[in-house]
């Protein structure tokens, strides 16, 4: 157990729907990323934030949108699902920017499948 | 912008044998972190390398930052199915507080 926790981990959902995905941090951390990973690719960043404020967008759809809490969870929603959208979707933690000898903390991630 | 090119793509090794991946970028990189992801998890942040020329060890991998701090490798000796997994490189930017990731270098134990 990483300390950051995703749920669902698995979702399947069709076309055109909308999904939220959600992101507990470990204790103590303040910046929460999302992350996209399709099958056997990279990371792809998708927006980071800073104690409850949007600190930087990577290739985030329009149809993306997130936002961290004042209990410092996030969540990640998807709208207008098309079927390219389905990735398995990272949530990382960290105690401030990140460049830490503790680097980022990873949760197991949610698997979205769209049909 | 900043990027950062993880060679090799795959590296096919017998078990026993050594394996390494590369990270290279045009421009000074700032911080280099390493973490691995297993065959259907999620990525562990194994370690961060900040100064020039920096060599850090923990067991059998060996990691490296170049003198010019335009590379890094990662090196592990004498693999074993353990390691089996996705090896990504990350420079993090203290300007922006982002990582700047690599590709990833896939490490597969022939059979």
């Known amino acids: 157990d990483s300390g950051v926790t995703q749920t669902p981990k698995h979702l399947i959902t069709a076309t055109g729907q909308r999904v939220t995905l959600r992101c507990s941090p470990r204790s103590g951390d303040l910046s929460v990323y999302w992350y996209q990973q399709s099958l056997d690719q990279g990371l792809q960043f998708l927006i980071q934030?800073?104690?409850?404020?949007?600190?930087a967008k990577g290739n985030i759809l329009e149809r993306f949108s997130a936002q961290q809490f004042p209990d410092l969870h996030s969540e990640l929603n998807l709208s207008s699902l098309e079927l390219g959208d389905s990735a398995l979707y990272f949530c990382?933690?960290?105690?401030?920017?990140?460049?830490?000898?503790?680097?980022?903390?990873f949760g197991s991630g949610t698997r979205l499948t769209v049909v | 912008g900043q990027q950062v090119m993880q060679i090799p793509q795959y590296q096919h090794v017998q078990e026993g044998e050594d394996f390494t991946t590369y990270c290279n970028s045009s421009?000074?990189?700032?911080?280099i972190q390493w973490y691995k992801q297993r065959p259907g998890g999620h990525p562990v942040f194994l370690i961060q390398l900040v100064k020039s020329g920096e060599v850090k060890k923990q067991k059998r991998l060996t990691f490296q930052f170049g003198e010019a701090k335009k590379n890094s490798s990662l090196h592990i000796t004498a693999t074993q199915t353990t390691d089996v997994g996705t090896y990504f490189c990350?420079?993090?930017?203290?300007?922006?507080?982002?990582?700047?990731w690599g590709a990833g270098t896939k490490l597969i134990i022939k059979p």
């Open positions: 421009t000074t990189l700032s911080n």
């Open positions: 990350a420079d993090y930017m203290d300007s922006n507080y982002q990582l700047i």
């Open positions: 990382a933690s960290s105690p401030e920017g990140g460049g830490s000898n503790y680097g980022y903390t």
């Open positions: 934030y800073y104690n409850g404020e949007e600190r």
